[in-house]
Every structure is written in C-alpha cells, then in structure tokens.
C-alpha cells in the first residue's frame, strides 16, 4: 500500500496563478483532510471531508476549494495564489473519525 | 472551541536523559488525545493516543504519556532519549460535537538531542 500520496512536492506559484494540490489515499479512509503548517503555528486545518460528495471548512479555508467525487482523491484547489498561501501542506486521511490519521509528505507551494 | 498549548518551542535534552513534553488542552466533554511525531521534511506519524481507560498510555518508540483531568494535561515522557527522537512533536485534541472528525493541533515543541 501506497499510504496517502501527494503531488507534487514542490511548486513555486506566482501571484494570482491557480494550481491543484493532488491527494489521493488507497486504504479505503472515509475521511479526508488539508492542513497548512506555517513555522511555528503547528497544523491548521483547511477543509475536510467525511465521505465522498461531502466536504465542510476547516479554520482557514479562505482562497482554497476541494471536492470529493471519490473515496480516494481529494484534491484541493487554489484559486488566485497570493503570497499569504507560502506553506507547506499536508493531505491526510483517516478509516472514521478519532482513528489514526495518515499523512502524506507534504508539499511546498512557494507564491512569489 | 477546543484549543490545544505546548508550551515549550524548542526542548534540547542530552542523550540518555529523560524526557517530558507539555501538552495542556481546553476542552469541555472527555477529549480524544494525540501525540504526533514528525521527521524534517516528513508527513506526521502517530506516537499515541488516548481515549478513555486507563490514564497512562504506552505508545511507539518507548513513548508513554499520562492524561490528568484535573490539570487538563497530557504530556508525553520518554525514559532514555535516543539522537533518532530528535524531531518535532504535536500534541492534538479530537472534536467531539462533529463525531471526532477533525483534529486541533498544538503548535509543536522542536526536540533536540546533544550528545
């Protein structure tokens, strides 16, 4: 199993392009979720989703969009990059809620 | 709304010596309790969870932490730190009112090992 796997790694963006973050988990997770990690303000939730067809914001879901037309993908979009959407963000997935959350590794979107 | 504090940003521990990270939480109902550990340039991996039952749990690596209700606690222990458990730690806490769906994070402590 491939676990939760994210493309791409690396992006650099510049300001007012879009992009979409791709995520997709083979391990038959229901839910789904984006975080973003800045330095030093630990992971912050985007959007999830608990199934698919349904997906609900996060605490900071401004700039972004997702959708879940599958169990396994759940990619998220970014519309109008600005330089406040630098981080690094992570895909992860989870079988039900409170069960252990598997992340991917990342990706590093730059705006400039 | 839930929130999580770690206390500490930066932890420097020599190899061999114990270990304790903080994690106090503000939470109403019983929570669902997380530690996470992440590797540089690594996705989060789970050390351990609580919830509910007995208080100390033991997770991977050696990892053990202890939940206190009346000081709405959860700090994470290890006896002898190895140079490998150099990395960052996340303490989280599990939302109830939407079935435990999301997680809120803590900001994170940095472990660093001296030789």
């Known amino acids: 199993n491939a676990g939760v796997t994210q493309t791409p790694k690396f992006r650099i963006l510049k300001i007012g392009q879009s992009m979409t973050l791709q995520c997709a988990q083979d391990m038959n997770h229901n839910y789904m979720y984006w975080y973003r990690q800045d330095p030093g303000m630990g992971l912050k939730l985007i959007y999830y989703?608990?199934?698919?067809?349904?997906?609900d914001k996060g605490e900071v879901p401004n700039g972004y969009n997702v959708s879940r037309s599958t169990t396994e993908d759940f990619p998220l979009r970014l519309e109008l990059a600005a330089p406040s959407q630098t981080s690094v963000y992570f895909c992860a997935s989870t079988y039900r809620g409170g069960d252990e959350a598997f992340f991917g590794q990342g990706t590093r979107l730059t705006v400039v | 709304a839930q929130s999580v504090t770690q206390p500490d940003i930066h932890i420097t521990v020599s190899e061999g010596a114990s270990l304790e990270l903080r994690c106090n939480y503000s939470?109403?109902?019983?929570?669902?309790l997380f530690w996470y550990v992440q590797s540089p340039g690594q996705g989060l991996q789970l050390l351990l969870k609580?919830?509910?039952?007995?208080?100390l749990v033991q997770g991977i690596k050696g990892f053990e932490a202890e939940f206190k209700r009346s000081q709405s606690s959860f700090n994470l222990r290890k006896p002898s730190v190895h140079w490998s458990d150099a990395a960052e730690y996340f303490c989280a806490v599990g939302e109830s009112n939407s079935g435990y769906s999301t997680l809120t994070f803590g900001k994170g402590t940095m472990l660093l090992v001296s030789p």
């Open positions: 609580y919830f509910s039952g007995d208080t």
């Open positions: 939470y109403g109902a019983t929570p669902y």
């Open positions: 989703s608990v199934g698919a067809g349904i997906t």
